[in-house]
T-cell receptor, first 112, second 114 residues
Framework: DQQVKQNSPSLSVQEGRISILNCDYTNSMFDYFLWYKKYPAEGPTFLISISSIKDKNEDGRFTVFLNKSAKHLSLHIVPSQPGDSAVYFCAATEFGNEKLTFGTGTRLTIIP | DAGVIQSPRHEVTEMGQEVTLRCKPISGHNSLFWYRQTMMRGLELLIYFNNNVPIDDSGMPEDRFSAKMPNASFSTLKIQPSEPRDSAVYFC????????????FGNGTRLTVT
C-alpha cells in the first residue's frame, strides 16, 4: 500500500523554465512533508519541507505548495538549471515522528 | 564531518550466502535508519534506532533480515540467506533525533544477488 505516490516517473524541462513535481498522499495523519534530491551514486539530500499549518514554503528557487484537502503537494523549481537534473523524492510523516514514508521518486532532466 | 559512511559500495553475492552491510553514522547523531531503494517501491524504511535501541523494525521483510547497533558509531544490516529479490540499493541515514531533524544519507550499498 503506497501511502505516498509520485505518479510521474520522469519529467523533462527546458533550462530556465519552471519544473513542477507532484506528490499525493493517502494517510490523513501525515502533517509534515519533505522533498529530497538524489544524484546518481549518491544518497538523497534534504531539499525543503513544509508543515500542514502552512500552504507554501519558499527557499530560493524552490517552493513547496501543500493542498491538504486534496492531499497533494508540489515542488516548483524556478528557473530550472542543469544542476537540478536528479531524482526527487517526496516524503511524509507526522510532525515529531522521525519515520518518513517516501514516494517512488521522479527523475527530472533539465534540457540545456 | 565525513558524513554517513557505508561499506561496501557494491556487493555481488550468490543466492544463499550471508551478506553484511555496514554503516557509520555522523558523530553526535542519535537516530539511525536503514532504507532500501527499488524501482517499484522507492525508498522503504526497514528499521530505525534511537540511542542504539531499535524503535521500529516493522519494515524488515522477513526473518532473513536482521540489524544491530552495538554502539553509537556503528550499525550492521545482515541478510542470511540472501535471495535474488533482495537485490537493491540499501541506504543508511542518521539524524540528530530531535523531532523532524533532516535525515543525512550515506551513498548506499548496491547489492546484487545472483
Amino acid at each position: 500500500d503506497q501511502q505516498v505516490k509520485q505518479n510521474s516517473p520522469s519529467l523533462s524541462v527546458q533550462e530556465g523554465r519552471i519544473s513542477i513535481l507532484n506528490c499525493d498522499y493517502t494517510n490523513s495523519m501525515f502533517d509534515y512533508f519533505l522533498w529530497y534530491k538524489k544524484y546518481p551514486a549518491e544518497g538523497p539530500t534534504f531539499l525543503i519541507s513544509i508543515s500542514s499549518i502552512k500552504d507554501k514554503n519558499e527557499d530560493g528557487r524552490f517552493t513547496v505548495f501543500l493542498n491538504k484537502s486534496a492531499k497533494h503537494l508540489s515542488l516548483h523549481i524556478v528557473p530550472s538549471q542543469p544542476g537540478d537534473s536528479a531524482v526527487y523524492f517526496c516524503a511524509a510523516t507526522e510532525f515529531g515522528n522521525e519515520k518518513l514514508t517516501f514516494g517512488t521518486g521522479t527523475r527530472l532532466t533539465i534540457i540545456p | 564531518d565525513a558524513g554517513v559512511i557505508q561499506s561496501p559500495r557494491h556487493e555481488v553475492t550468490e543466492m544463499g550466502q550471508e551478506v553484511t552491510l555496514r554503516c557509520k553514522p555522523i558523530s553526535g547523531h542519535n537516530s539511525l535508519f536503514w532504507y532500501r531503494q527499488t524501482m517499484m517501491r522507492g525508498l522503504e524504511l526497514l528499521i530505525y534506532f534511537n540511542n542504539n535501541v531499535p524503535i521500529d523494525d516493522s519494515g524488515m521483510p522477513e526473518d532473513r533480515f536482521s540489524a544491530k547497533m552495538p554502539n553509537a558509531s556503528f550499525s550492521t544490516l545482515k541478510i542470511q540467506p540472501s535471495e535474488p529479490r533482495d537485490s537493491a540499493v540499501y541506504f543508511c541515514a542518521s539524524s540528530l533525533g530531535t523531532g523532524n531533524s533532516p535525515l543525512h544519507f550515506g551513498n548506499g550499498t548496491r547489492l546484487t544477488v545472483t
